[in-house]
């Protein structure tokens, strides 16, 4: 028998013109079988006595944008994004608070402005990672789009940008990066999340 849940999740994708075969790989993720998932579906289309009559005819094409994920979470935002950046952060940690000071000790603290940037770096990584790992993973967390995708590219290639930030002798390429790259990244991550945000 299925769970009420489900059969109310279907009969809303498929109000909102969303096609049969989305909807079934939607259940199958979160772990339906498929005699329960034809019984969901008899649940909700009402058997013709006509020909013609009781079809279902969406006033607008299905587009498939994004995918309700009932139950079980298989979102990126639910644990790639959150893994991603504490793993991340966890090296940015390691290099900044060990190898970092250490050269920065042994320095007599004349790298003190290399430092100081690095740490403003750090509380940049810091904001981002509070903002994704629990601000939007939260929002996004029961929901898949196909914005995800190039939302995690864009986080990889910034988080690459800050650790390039940490690590000695390439830490003026770094520096550069930010510079040149931090309003185009910020602008086009921006408008996804804005867009994502629109989905959900």
Request: aromatic share 12%; hydrophobic share 55%; charged share 15%.
């Amino acid at each position: 028998m299925i769970d009420e849940k489900f059969v109310g999740y279907i009969r809303n994708q498929l109000a909102a013109g969303i096609a049969k075969e989305d909807i079934r790989k939607a259940l199958v993720i979160n772990g339906l079988s498929e005699q329960d998932i034809a019984e969901g579906f008899a649940a909700v289309t009402p058997t013709p006595s006509a020909p013609g009559a009781g079809l279902y005819t969406p006033s607008q094409p299905a587009a498939v944008t994004q995918t309700m994920v009932v139950g079980k979470s298989t979102s990126l935002w639910a644990k790639s994004i959150p893994r991603t950046n504490k793993g991340f952060m966890g090296i940015a940690l390691v290099l900044v608070f060990g190898l970092d000071l250490v050269i920065l000790i042994s320095s007599g603290f004349s790298l003190m402005p290399f430092w100081i940037e690095m740490l403003t770096v750090l509380g940049v990584f810091v904001f981002f990672l509070l903002l994704e790992n629990y601000v939007l993973s939260k929002k996004f967390s029961n929901t898949r789009s196909a914005l995800d995708q190039w939302i995690l590219g864009l986080i990889v290639a910034r988080n690459l940008i800050f650790l390039l930030n940490f690590i000695p002798l390439i830490q003026l390429l770094g520096m550069m990066l930010n510079i040149y790259a931090a309003a185009p990244f910020f602008i086009v991550y921006t408008i996804l999340v804005f867009y994502r945000s629109k989905q959900s």
